[in-house]
């Protein structure tokens, strides 16, 4: 079976499982696990940051970096379609009392047009305005990158603005290799980041929350309150350092493959591709109501070896990855010619 569900499908290599067995490990609560350690010091480098901190999930980093920026009763701007907002069970309201204002953008990028006037004036009537997210590479954009001249601008306004910036990079892994710009680079108009070992780089789980000395620190006590931190985690941590040696630069097979996918959606007019062709890992292609549901087409797929995603009634989502070969692409390719021929109505 051909798994383009998601790139958190992936399972370990030979060598991540055998630079997980050989890891050096502590106690990350009461001490210090010096992989752990190891790998913190690097991401924050290469994110051109203070300090890192380890964290089992991308909604936890996201979530305490909400929390650490914000106060209860404070709002956050973000973009309506983000991962904050749509799929981590507003926890930022269960968890922290914060209020989310969504912006309707393009794909998940956000302009200056689109931010006027969003920030509530200071009156003891209204919540206050405390920080602004944005997604790179945005999940449900179908993989688009935020172009950098504009994150710029838009964090600019930010600050001038008075607000905090964070920046869900979960695949910024996946945005660096697409645009030839440094982790540094994309991370610098931000105030905190996350980003995400266990997607396009095959580790089996773990996020990274980067930014300040202070920041870190009042993330690491967040952590512990909500229930993140670990013991010997040097063993997992171990296998985002592999993975960071060994997967990064590999990441453009991976885009390259959504892109033959996307030529294959595109021979059928009843296929949409959400934004043309796709400028990272995931494709996601809209099927005509006159042919039938998302769900039908994924079905008919999955008799044919291949499992995707219905992302809504009408959207499917594929997303290539690190355990899907050239020459799966080329039978997923032709999978989607067979569903997409045989079953056409329209």
């Avoid at 929390?67 to 309506?80: A, I, T, W």
């Avoid at 909500?226 to 063993?235: A, D, L, S």
Wanted: charged share 20%; hydrophobic share 40%.
């Amino acid at each position: 079976m051909i798994d383009l569900r998601s790139d958190t499908v992936t399972r370990p290599t030979v060598g991540m499982r055998e630079a997980m067995f050989r890891a050096e490990v502590g106690d990350d609560v009461i001490d210090v696990d010096p992989t752990l350690d190891a790998l913190q010091r690097r991401t924050a480098e290469m994110l051109g940051k203070q300090a890192a901190i380890f964290m089992p999930s991308g909604t936890m980093t996201n979530q305490i970096a909400l929390r650490v920026h914000c106060k209860p009763g404070d709002e956050f701007l973000c973009d309506s379609d983000c991962h904050i907002y749509n799929y981590e069970q507003g926890a930022f309201a269960q968890l922290s009392g914060l209020v989310a204002k969504t912006l309707q953008g393009v794909q998940g990028v956000l302009t200056l047009d689109d931010l006027e006037n969003s920030v509530r004036p200071v009156n003891e009537h209204m919540v206050q305005t405390r920080l602004l997210c944005l997604e790179n590479t945005h999940n449900r954009g179908s993989g688009k990158l935020q172009p950098q001249d504009q994150v710029v601008r838009v964090c600019d306004w930010a600050h001038e603005s008075g607000l905090q910036t964070h920046l869900d990079g979960a695949r910024l892994f996946n945005a660096s290799v697409a645009t030839g710009l440094s982790l540094k680079e994309l991370a610098s108009p931000f105030d905190s980041v996350s980003v995400c070992f266990s997607k396009g780089l095959g580790a089996p789980l773990g996020s990274c929350l980067a930014g300040t000395h202070e920041f870190v620190s009042k993330a690491r006590r967040a952590r512990k309150l909500f229930g993140g931190g670990m013991r010997q985690v040097g063993v997992v941590a171990s296998a985002a350092i592999y993975a960071l040696d060994h997967h990064i630069e590999r990441l453009a097979i991976d885009h390259e493959h959504a892109r033959m996918l996307a030529q294959a959606v595109g021979e059928f007019d009843f296929l949409s591709v959400m934004g043309g062709e796709p400028e990272t890992n995931i494709l996601i292609f809209h099927v005509s109501r006159a042919w039938g549901t998302a769900q039908s087409f994924a079905t008919e797929l999955e008799k044919h070896g291949v499992r995707v995603m219905a992302f809504s009634p009408i959207a499917i989502r594929m997303v290539t990855h690190l355990d899907v070969s050239t020459d799966q692409i080329h039978r997923a390719c032709e999978a989607i010619r067979r569903v997409a021929g045989k079953n056409r109505t329209v």
